[in-house]
């Protein structure tokens, strides 16, 4: 009995030790370590909003939907009823597919605050039957040509001045949609309806602290109060309906399913002013699925978001030059995770440093193959215009973020903590007082601004990147009438 009672013994002795913490086996980092880093970074780069902040966020979205309604009257182009996607995050932040190498750099904390993405529909094309056929015979993969034929006679006599012009054998006379011309315009009239505005500024009217075109983006940062904002004014046209490019797509399995219905997924598309590596700039755009990522996003768990946001920081700093990847490019290899890994697995609370080193791991493996699907066509490969000196000078630097990943992200966690100082120290310097709205006729408003304030917090900080739809009566900019999905305001 002696054997036994020793064998009892000595397998007490390791049972009875702390159980060994979980370690990442490239770097050696703890994981809880990085868990806690992750959360950290969470903590500063997300906010709250208190009602003043909300009242301001409100004052410059009120600013810019008076504007656009001024441009509207210019000439009539803009639809009158228009419906535009108002997303959280510039187009730095990988909103929307577009390239970053035509774009000014502009900082959080020394240049704005906050950001956002606006997509302004200059032709809306909702009354077509599924799946809408594009003219894709002149462009790559994820890009179409636009020709004005879809239009009526008065759409194409408003818009000629913003076409390249194709003559064809047989005397006929096609106009296609230009991304450059279009952007030349809005920026023109952007431009001449904010100096009209300025000439005559009302009580709380935001301060223009800058207007630039930066490539087919208009960028305009307001400041009200002691908050700078930054809008990203995308021109767009906007589909009801489903590419059929993208058909094959709906047929596979996908992580949403069950989640959200397939009507919600495939409501509409853009094109956006952007073109292929080797595609014509005048004529070419890109095919958008923002309204639908916005859905998706609904299912994808807020430790993978996390994860999503720490790396997004620490490439946008790393991988800045030359500008080859985008956090665009992260956000579909987030997608086809999504896709890849059991939901189960994916919901795990505690999960968000192996997600981070999960991502950083396929961005590695994207460069390394040069290869990155889009995640709505598949068929067509982000990376495949790269050079391979490009993609292994990327890689190396990847490798040096897996081989000290909590490094990378205390980094990351002291540039966002630097970022919300100067916020703060700009509004120490600024008005403490409340800013009333640009309708405001200075009057004692507190008691409705708190109300508008509590409300629209809620608006911005819960219901990010909504579909709004904008009725401007032309003859009253001052009062645009808009709704959040179907929920009117």
């Known amino acids: 009995m002696a054997a036994p009672l020793a064998s009892k013994a000595g397998s007490a002795g390791p049972a009875s030790k702390p159980p060994f913490p979980e370690l990442d086996f490239r770097s050696g980092a703890r994981v809880e370590e990085l868990n806690k880093l992750i959360q950290e970074f969470t903590k500063h780069d997300q906010r709250e909003y208190d009602d003043q902040r909300a009242l301001e966020i409100h004052t410059a979205k009120d600013f810019i939907f008076s504007m656009l309604g001024m441009v509207q009257k210019l000439d ?37 605050d906050m950001d956002f993405t606006l997509l302004v529909p200059a032709l809306k094309l909702h009354d077509r039957n599924q ?27 408003k818009w000629k001045d913003c076409c390249t012009i194709v003559d064809h054998i047989n005397g006929a006379t096609n106009y296609f949609f230009s991304p450059t011309k279009v952007a030349d315009w809005f920026y023109d009239s952007i431009s001449i309806v904010l100096s009209e505005i300025q000439k005559k500024p009302q009580r709380g009217m935001p301060k223009v602290e800058k207007v630039e075109k930066n490539g087919t983006i208009i960028s305009i940062i307001l400041g009200v ?34 989640k959200i219905t397939e009507e919600e997924v495939i409501s509409g598309f853009y094109l956006v002013p952007a073109c292929s590596y080797k595609g014509k700039k005048d004529n070419e755009w890109r095919l958008s699925f923002a309204r639908s990522e916005v859905q998706l996003k609904k299912c994808i768990s807020s430790s993978l978001m996390q994860a999503y946001q720490a790396c997004k920081a620490i490439i946008i700093k790393l991988l800045s030059r030359p500008k080859a990847i985008s956090p665009y490019h992260l956000r579909s290899m987030m997608l086809w995770a999504c896709d890849r890994l059991p939901a189960n697995y994916l919901a795990q609370e505690d999960y968000a440093a192996h997600f981070l080193l999960g991502l950083i791991d396929d961005l590695q493996h994207c460069l390394v193959n040069k290869m990155c699907p889009n995640y709505f066509i598949p068929q ?64 004692d408003t507190n008691q409705p601004d708190d109300r508008l304030a509590k409300k629209l917090q809620q608006l911005v900080t819960e219901n990010p990147g909504k579909s709004i739809s904008v009725f401007i009566n032309p003859d009253d900019v001052t009062r645009p009438h808009f709704r959040i999905d179907d929920k009117f305001f």
Request: one cysteine or more.
């Open 76 to 112: 009539q182009k803009l639809p009158v009823a228009n419906e535009y996607l108002l997303l959280s995050g510039g187009v730095r932040e990988g909103v929307v597919d577009i390239d970053l190498d035509e774009l000014n750099v502009y900082a959080r904390g020394t240049d704005y």
């Open 131 to 157: 799946p809408v056929t594009l003219d894709m015979r002149h462009s790559a993969l994820c890009h179409s040509w636009l020709s004005l034929r879809l239009f009526d006679e008065g759409t194409i006599s």
């Open 225 to 258: 109060g002691s908050s700078r904002m930054l809008y990203d004014i995308v021109p767009v046209v906007s589909f009801k309906g489903w590419p059929a490019v993208a058909q094959s797509w709906l047929m596979e399995n996908h992580f949403w399913d069950g």
């Open 380 to 443: 067509c490969n982000m990376l495949e215009h790269l050079s391979e000196e490009t993609v292994m000078l990327h890689a190396r630097k990847l490798s040096s973020v897996r081989s000290d990943p909590a490094e990378h992200l205390r980094t990351a966690i002291e540039h966002v903590k630097a970022a919300n100082r100067l916020t703060l120290e700009l509004q120490r310097r600024g008005s403490t007082t409340s800013i009333p709205s640009p309708q405001s006729d200075g009057g």
